[in-house]
């Protein structure tokens, strides 16, 4: 074993400096000890790709503005892709934090661009295709992407259960737009309200202990 | 999938729910302890053993997950494997939205380790599952050689005893609040001392264990008339005051302790049960000895460690979580502002010590174990110490470059004809 002469205490493992005082040892009877500890590289959480993403981002946004101002339009294109890249972020934001878990993932996502369609629509000249299109569809879409994926990840019917309910109560939404008389086409909504009904009524008909139990256990206080 | 298992979940312990909200990539909450054997670890015997463990151990099969209100433990069928030590001391072990258990089984030649998430259970509760986990693995593997003498194991409380919620069973009520909220004013504490340094590159833990006689160092104590944990928390007040830039020495010096509330309520439970005390010691002009400081901790430790006292701090943190305000507000919002009022209370706090005690096995296994050894993250330099036989191990853990404090502390020890085994991670 080593000695630290200075600090007056025995070193175990082949340290070549005291871990105390940083002196160097001296080196002792030679043999070599068991390491007490493992030595672990440095670990730093490196995102290549969000990196180079990031670079392309400011590229873009700099290039298109730098663009606009030699070549003036009518349009204020630059703003639209700054808003495009913001929207693309925020999406990933939400992918990469929440990878874990796909049914809230998924859930996230259909939150996330619903919004995102609205503002775009209303950035656009609100013509209403967010109202009348989008979100309907996007809640069908992430019904059928949920039940497909559950599948498939084989996920135990208590894990999705609860967000499968919010996506089910997401679809009826639109029924807010009819009454409201906020849409002008009504199929898209009408079969998103139709289809997440049916939807919710299976997962109380068949579900119904379990979505009981789930709540009981995210809601108590 | 059409199961109708019954979804099994537990709330959270009140200390739980703070480490919980609390935790993060640089002060991750997870406590490590370690048995040193004189022998190479085998790793499919420890695997057995774990397996073998893990059964008396039901709750340390779950899962952390977050409700609208509050975060809860979920039972899984997760099957933990035992690894060779591959990651920094007491690495994360808690991410928000991943499922996995929260605590891991490393072994490194001739040691185990067992690295808790704190939200499961605290140093004492985690060392009945580590001297579980050891005791099978030595009868394992030692069967022939212990021939008819197998000891029994030495902690076998009933299951539902070890997943008691002491923290609720002992809760009187709402009037000691309103109590402990008037003589709140008699001492108000200042801002303490807080040890700068710089971080080590990944954040990692930079540990520095010494290994002495405890019965020498208890000597030692003994000729100041105090215990152990009053002469080494004096040792680090003193360490700590020696390495103070001149300028910072009008703030007091305060420790933060944590106190095992089995030994003053009866609980058999492996979850968290305990709660802490501060002593504080502000230096005076001129020079400070260590029995000057040895006196005043002594105090602090008689006035604090008292039914009344901590029955009175058990029932505030109680009955913050039992108010009916704070249960309904969701838990984002719970967790900023557990953490604000955490990094608030930060500044009163100098450091920390905590003593495990001492830990006994059969005797029959003596000649297989070397000591055993206890560490935390910290946000500072901070002691976790315990004894097993004559074997007193006293481990630094600091998130700094520095280790000044540290080489002080030995050195006082050192030069008092000590005989101090030193084995670092650095």
Redesign the interface.
Known sequence: MRYCSHCKVRIRGNKEFCPLCGNSLPAGDGSAQKEVYPEIPPFYERHVAVRIMAFISIAAVVTSFAVYMIFPASVNWPLLVVFGILSMWLSLVVVIRKRHNMPKTIMWQVTVASALSVFWDWETGWKGWSREYFIPIACVTAMLVMYVTAKIMKLSVRDYIAYALLNGLFGIVPILFILLDWIEVYHASIVCIALSIIFISAIFIFQGENIKEELNKRMHI | ?K??K??E?T?LDNASKYFAAVSNFKDTKVFRLACELYEDVDPEALQKALDLTLESFPLYRSVLRR????Y?L?ASDIKPTVE??????CAPIY?????NLLFRVFY????INLEVFHALSDGTGALWFLKTLVHHYLVLKHKEELGGRIPELNYIAPISKKMDDSFRRYYTGGKIFKQHARNDDVKKESAAYRIRGTRT??S?MR??E?SMSAKAVLGQAHAYDTTLTVYIASLFIYSIYKEMPARAKNFPIILSIPINLRQFFESATARNFFSTMNVSYRFEKGEAGLGDIIQKVRETFQRELTEEMLNKQLNHFMSLEKNPLA??VPLPLKDYSIRLVDKLNDRKITAALSNIGRITMPEEFDGYIRQFSVCTSARRPQICMCTYGDRLVISFTSPFRE?DI??TF??YL??SNI????????
């Open positions: 999938m199961q109708r019954k979804v979940w709330r409700g609208i209100f509050w809860y979920e060779i030590e591959s990651l920094p001391v991410y928000k939205d991943r499922r490194y030649n001739s040691r590159e990944d990692r540990l520095i010494g249960r309904v280790t540290q080489s030995f050195k050192s030069q005989d101090i085994e030193i084995s670092s991670n650095f």
